[in-house]
T-cell receptor, first 114, second 112 residues
């Protein structure tokens, strides 16, 4: 069974704080993703990584950065949290190759920025 | 610009009913159309997917119907059960891209 774990289920931070969201997968997948999920907007891709130290911007990268130092771990960083970044954040992993490969999601981190 | 439009936003049916969720896409280069199911407190999980070379795919009680000329696809849940209550997302992608473009989601409630 593929397992994708996220460091926190719930997180409350203050405006301006630096926030780290951690994601770990145990299936040796090459691809990892960070999405945010908002009601009525579905899932929107923030960043994608296809290898260690490799990353690509998704559709909404502004205000975020990522780090992938090890294959199994993909971190999302909010450099200076703002209230409009209050959201559910989902991490996913996927084997390399065709986009048809299933993406496996973690349970999500619900972040509230006050 | 939303490339995959999903409707309805929410849906309530009685047990045994057949909820239908519809999606429409714009990019004719899309060639992979999955549906993901998300239960409360969980991440989405792949439910069923279709390629445009077929017009229908069934897996158990779940069926995808695909209309390439209309650029539409839909999910039908036969004999729906309360355990099917979840949020359903359609998505689309093309083989040359890693990106999945998700619809806005449909919250389904199946009443006992």
């Amino acid at each position: 069974d593929v397992k994708v774990t996220q460091s926190s289920r719930y997180l409350v931070k203050r405006t301006g704080e630096k926030v780290f969201l951690e994601c770990v997968q145990d299936m040796d997948h090459e691809n990892m993703f960070w999405y945010r999920q908002d009601p009525g907007l579905g899932l929107r891709l923030i960043y994608f990584s296809y290898d260690v130290k490799m990353k690509e911007k998704g559709d909404i990268p502004e205000g975020y950065s990522v780090s992938r130092e090890k294959k199994e771990r993909f971190s999302l960083i909010l450099e200076s949290a703002s209230t409009n970044q209050t959201s559910m954040y989902l991490c996913a992993s996927q084997p390399a190759g065709l986009s048809y490969n299933e993406q496996f999601f973690g349970p999500g981190t619900r972040l509230t920025v006050l | 610009q939303q490339q995959v439009k999903q409707s309805p936003q929410s849906l309530i049916v009685q047990k045994g009913g057949i909820p239908i969720i519809n999606c429409a896409y714009e990019n004719t280069a899309f060639d992979y159309f999955p549906w993901y199911q998300q239960f409360p407190g969980k991440g989405p999980a792949l439910l069923i997917a279709i390629r445009p070379d077929v017009s229908e795919k069934k897996e158990g009680r779940f069926t995808i119907s695909f209309n390439k000329s209309a650029k539409q696809f839909s999910l039908h849940i036969m004999d729906s059960q309360p355990g099917d209550s979840a949020t359903y997302f359609c998505a689309a992608s093309k083989d040359s891209s890693y990106k999945l473009i998700f619809g806005s989601g449909t919250r389904l409630l199946v009443r006992p």
